[in-house]
């Protein structure tokens, strides 16, 4: 079964960091283009970025751009979104997706979540 375990979250205080990591299984890592999205309370999933199956490529979406940076070690099966100068509007889960960008928000490519709650 392919099983996705996002980990790393926690409350955090506006312009302080966190960094996420993604345990993948069940499924060949290394041949799959990989996403982060999140989604808030009362709100649509947001698509976050995405990354290139051998992880050379990596894209954001514009409100997070320059702020988080994702990556990939293929031999750990891990995927990773280390988030700087946070604030409080990314407050939300934050799933690792089995997708590219495209597909990324459709549910049925999430793990479990983490939480990351950016608050004073």
């Known amino acids: 079964d392919v099983q996705l375990q996002a980990s790393g979250g926690g409350l955090v205080h506006p312009g302080g960091s966190l960094t996420l990591s993604c345990e993948a299984s069940?499924?060949?890592?290394?041949?799959?283009?990989m996403s982060w999205v999140r989604q808030s309370p009362g709100k649509e999933p947001e698509w976050v970025s995405s990354?290139?199956?051998?992880?050379?490529?990596?894209t954001y979406a514009d409100s997070v751009k320059g702020r988080f940076t994702t990556s990939r070690d293929n031999a750990k099966n891990t995927l990773y979104l280390q988030m700087k100068y946070l604030k409080p509007e990314d407050t939300a889960v934050y799933y690792c997706a089995k997708a590219p960008r495209y597909a990324a928000t459709e549910r049925e490519w999430w793990g479990q979540g983490t939480l990351v709650t950016v608050s004073s």
């Open positions: 069940g499924f060949t890592f290394s041949s799959q283009f």
């Open positions: 990354i290139h199956r051998d992880g050379s490529l990596a």
